[in-house]
């Protein structure tokens, strides 16, 4: 049996490869999680670290899709406590000889480490973080395995793929503040009704920034018909012989992802002006979020990710004005409106009834996008 200063002593150690490898894997996320007070910041880098491991899985190009699936159900269990995470490490680290980074690799080696973490939280966490893992590694692979150059089929398609992808990790966020928070736990509902949104507009972001990167690797994420009712197959599109069509469309999306991620700001701005800290670790997000739509839209031939990413010095401003007005929600919803000027703005869909298997989804009217049309989905 362990004694209890040598478990202390294996924690700390465990926690402290928590803020070596993160910097590593992600620098959005090594610039948001440390904005938010420690006890929050070990489970929320705990989750995306998890998070991280499925990623990796699933975009290792070596491993067939049964292979992938079987080591998706094992990790599954590993943050569930019903299998051994080092043999799961040993079993997966040495097959990720492919296109997985080497930061990625040693992650998925120490996975022991992670999960030793998080057998340190409550349970409210632990079990949060084990159905955000189980959501995801079940959803997930079943979009990547019959992933194409053709894209989804419809935007409906999309929504469910950025909810296993990212809608879960939204909601996953709430239970984590609302633990950490009594406050905050008094708008549970109200935040619920927004953290799907909120998750969806950064991956909207990211699908539309990283296009030419996925269809390098054979897919995507854009949904087929709004391309096809403009007369463009998107499995066609190549770079330097892109019709004015596709941009055209494409700005329907930007339009749509601007949407969310308004009510991404909603969604922060709920969050009690004290908890500094926490809001800053959203508004972050949101504010690359919006500058990189801002990017792709001045910029409709952009033919890599890097052509529209934003700059270094933006980023910084981002950082300033969150410090400096964390507090102050007028100042950022006036912030937030400048960022979106000249942005398209489109109007989400209102019934989403059975869209999504999580009976916790209540997906808000959009009554703030104005004189925008709605998209039709079928």
Known sequence: MIAPASANASRRDAEAYQERILPAVSRTFALTIPQLNPRLRTVIANAYLLCRIADTIEDEQSLGGD????????????????????????????????????????????????????????????????????????????????????????????????????????????????????????????MAALDVSFGQGLQMTNILKDFWEDRERGVCWLPHDLFARAGVELQNIRRGNVPDAFGKAYAQLIGIAHSHLRNALDYTLLIPEKEAGIRRFCLIAVGLAMRTLASILAKPDFTAGAQVKVSRQVVKKIVIVTRLFSGYSRVLQSWFTRMADGLPLQALATDWGGLLPDPRLAWPRSDRCGPAQALTFK
Do not use: W
């Open 67 to 190: 292979v992938k699936q079987q080591f998706h159900d094992r990790f599954t269990r590993v943050v569930g406590s019903t299998e051994d995470p080092a043999s799961f490490a040993r079993d997966l680290a040495p097959l990720l000889r492919g296109n997985t980074l080497a930061a990625e690799r040693d992650l998925v080696a120490h996975t022991p480490d992670v999960i030793e973490v998080t057998d340190g939280f409550n349970l409210a966490q632990r079990e949060s973080l084990a159905r955000c893992i189980r959501i995801m590694c079940t959803g997930m692979p079943s979009f990547e395995r019959r992933a194409s150059t053709a894209g989804l089929a419809d935007m409906r398609e999309m929504d469910r793929y950025c909810y296993y992808v990212a809608g879960i990790v939204g909601q996953t966020l709430t239970d984590l503040f609302c633990e950490y928070s009594p406050r905050i736990a008094e708008k549970r509902e109200a």
